[in-house]
């Protein structure tokens, strides 16, 4: 492993403190992500400046200019407070022809919107459920070809914002009200989609060119209440103690119908290609009773936490999480961006 110099860029409210001794599991959980990899990158011996962001970009200019990373190691989720604008900070450190580690602007672009993705995906012959948009501050006209029972969420947030069992609606009645709730809640267009009944898999891939696609990994409910479905609402992915209650875990799929992995590990390297992923990815979907797969969304720059899916699949695939980190930087610095052809021709 060679020694990085390394600018950890996050954001300036999640910057993790010097230790952790004394601090409260629930305070720790709000900058986990930050301080497993902010930990592990010191441990391993690279040579890491921490960078608190909030709505400008100055500072970041000013610590590559000082301190000349090798990579920045990218923790934003959004920027001034908008999801989007992810994509801007990242194709401003392009500009500046420095190597940041996870995705490109425009994969980041293309999978973070809910809807174009669906629409490359079926252009590629990919089974994502059969969907429909309501835009905010439009009339909903629901057309006849949608079958319930549908699933409503937002078409741009995610981390869950927004769903809950309340998403999975029978009726006409319903659908309207959970798009009104997405618009007027969560202040996002809404996507309605046919609601796949089935397990829910994710599957973590890493790569640039060539692709590595991780373990598939499974989240299951042994103690839902009566009448619930088995989805990934924002309590249970954000509520520790209600997690408890249900009993919710995430670990290695077991006994998945002959071939479905197969299926999957192929399906997930078409999807991170169509969608012109980088860097790593994780991609969610369901699979029904009939073995069919059914891709929910892609997400790049997945939850990179020691304990999170993402390290953990690739754990299980014997690849420890400072390893990890260390390959999710060197496919940073390998990256070739549009720059780098233009230096070459
Ligand atoms: N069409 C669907 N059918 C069944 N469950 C769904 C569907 N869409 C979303 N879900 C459930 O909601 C969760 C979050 O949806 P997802 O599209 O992955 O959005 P997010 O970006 O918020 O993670 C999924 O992990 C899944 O449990
Ligand atoms: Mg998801």
Redesign the pocket.
């Known amino acids: 492993m060679k020694r990085r110099r390394v600018l950890l860029v996050m954001h300036e409210e999640l910057m993790p403190p010097d230790s952790i001794e004394g601090v409260p599991e629930e305070e720790i959980y709000k900058w986990q992500v930050e301080w497993d990899v902010h930990s592990a990158l010191k441990r391993a011996g690279h040579d890491v400046i921490c960078l608190g962001v909030k709505d400008e970009l100055g500072p970041i200019r000013k610590a590559i200019v000082e301190h000349k990373p090798h990579v920045v190691f990218n923790l934003l989720g959004h920027f001034q407070g908008i999801t989007a604008y992810d994509a801007h900070v990242v194709s401003w450190i392009e500009l500046r022809h420095v190597p940041y580690t996870g995705c490109n602007p425009r994969g980041l672009l293309l999978s973070s919107d809910?809807v174009l993705s669906k629409k490359i995906l079926s252009f590629h012959r990919i089974p994502s459920?059969a969907f429909q948009t309501f835009k905010r501050g439009r009339a909903v006209r629901v057309p006849k070809r949608l079958v319930f029972p549908l699933?409503v969420?937002s078409a741009a947030?995610?981390?869950?914002?927004g769903?809950a069992q309340a998403s999975i609606v029978q009726t006409e009645n319903a659908l309207r009200e959970r798009v009104a709730f997405i618009h007027d809640t969560v202040g996002t267009d809404a996507l309605a989609?046919?609601?796949?009944e089935g397990r829910?898999l994710y599957v973590a891939v890493m790569g640039n060119q060539r692709l590595k696609v991780f373990p598939i990994w499974e989240m299951t409910f042994d103690n839902l209440p009566k009448g619930a479905a088995p989805?990934?609402t924002s309590q249970v992915k954000w509520n520790v103690a209600y997690q408890k209650k249900i009993g919710v875990n995430t670990g290695l799929a077991k006994d998945l119908p002959e071939g479905v992995e197969n299926r999957i590990c192929r399906l997930a390297k078409r999807i991170y290609r169509a969608l012109g992923l980088s860097g790593y990815a994780r991609i969610?979907l369901?699979l029904d009773a009939n073995g069919q797969v059914w891709v929910?969304?892609a997400n790049a720059n997945p939850d990179l936490s020691r304990e999170e899916d993402f390290a953990e699949s690739a754990r299980s695939a014997g690849l420890e999480y400072a390893d990890l980190l260390y390959r999710i930087m060197n496919l940073g610095i390998g990256y070739a961006p549009a720059w780098k052809d233009d230096a070459d021709g």
């Open positions: 809910k459920p699933f969420k947030e995610h981390a869950s914002i769903i989609e046919h609601y796949i829910e989805i990934a969610d369901r929910l969304e």
